[in-house]
């Protein structure tokens, strides 16, 4: 399983080979079982017990790197059958909806796995994901890509179209990725507490408009549209300067807050408007 406690590789860990030009692989190490490329081959039973960080050379004395991968790196390599969140936007995702410990979080849109992976990872062994999604066979990858982790306990698998609803309430935070979230807004508000992270990502404008009408009428506030551009640069001191490619636009998150209006907590304005709440996301 994936594990980042300890300092030497151990039968059963997820590790990295990094070789060179920062070629990297991520296998499981097994007891007698081999790594096999081009540039070589190279024995687990050797690796098992070396520390992190050890320089290790296969048969036809190819330098690679014996780490730990991270999460990102993981993420990046998962096998997949549809497009997947990048790190960049799920690093935004976790911090912007406050995903943590302990806590209770509601996805649709299951797809490879790779959010619920990340949302798996944050919450610990005492909070929990239920990840809904229409495609029986999209999650069966999920399903085998967060047992490669060893999260696979801590979600929920649901096959169902969420136009049916959600069988949870009161929970802290749900993300949607779906091609039409606007459908399922009341569904969203009815699944989350008041005051609650919701957030979602959508590839085209046209989809976010639709989106931003639909969360004003059911009453979200403190709206945010944002996109993450990530560029690296060159590590070299005597020229520091961009790569010639960055990770430009992946696509448009969106994020709100279901809020009680006055009108919702049962006051009764004869001459005078609630107001638009949806405002206070725009000082």
């Given amino acids: 399983m994936w594990n980042l406690h300890g300092t030497h590789a151990q039968d059963g860990d997820l590790a990295e080979l990094v070789g060179l030009r920062h070629k990297y692989y991520i296998v499981r190490l097994e007891t007698d079982k081999d790594f096999q490329s081009h540039r070589g081959v190279l024995k687990h039973n050797d690796l098992i017990g070396k520390p992190w960080g050890s320089l290790v050379y296969s048969h036809l004395g190819s330098p690679f790197y014996l780490l730990q991968p991270s999460l990102g790196e993981i993420l990046r390599e998962l096998p997949r059958n549809t497009q997947i969140l990048y790190p960049k936007d799920i690093g935004y995702i976790l911090v912007n909806m406050g995903i943590g410990p302990g806590q209770t979080v509601l996805e649709a849109g299951t797809g490879s796995g790779s959010l619920t992976s990340a949302f798996a990872y944050a919450i610990g062994q005492s909070g929990k994901i239920y990840s809904y999604d229409v495609k029986p066979e999209a999650q069966k990858l999920a399903i085998k890509n967060l047992t490669r982790l060893g999260l696979v306990d801590r979600v929920d698998f649901k096959i169902r179209n969420i136009a049916e609803g959600f069988d949870e309430t ?114």
């Fill in 170 to 283: 009161g929970v802290d935070a749900l993300f949607l990725d779906v091609p039409t979230p606007h459908e399922f807004i009341a569904q969203v508000k009815a699944a989350l507490k008041p005051g609650g992270f919701f957030g979602c990502i959508l590839p085209t404008t046209n989809q976010v408009s639709k989106l931003l009408h639909a969360l004003r009428i059911y009453n979200f506030g403190f709206v945010d549209v944002v996109e993450t551009m990530l560029r690296f640069y060159k590590p070299e001191p005597e020229r520091l300067r961009p790569t010639d490619r960055m990770v430009a636009h992946t696509g448009f998150l969106i994020f709100g807050r279901p809020i009680i209006t006055p009108v919702e907590e049962g006051f009764d304005f004869e001459n005078e408007s609630p107001g638009n709440l949806n405002s206070l996301s725009d000082e």
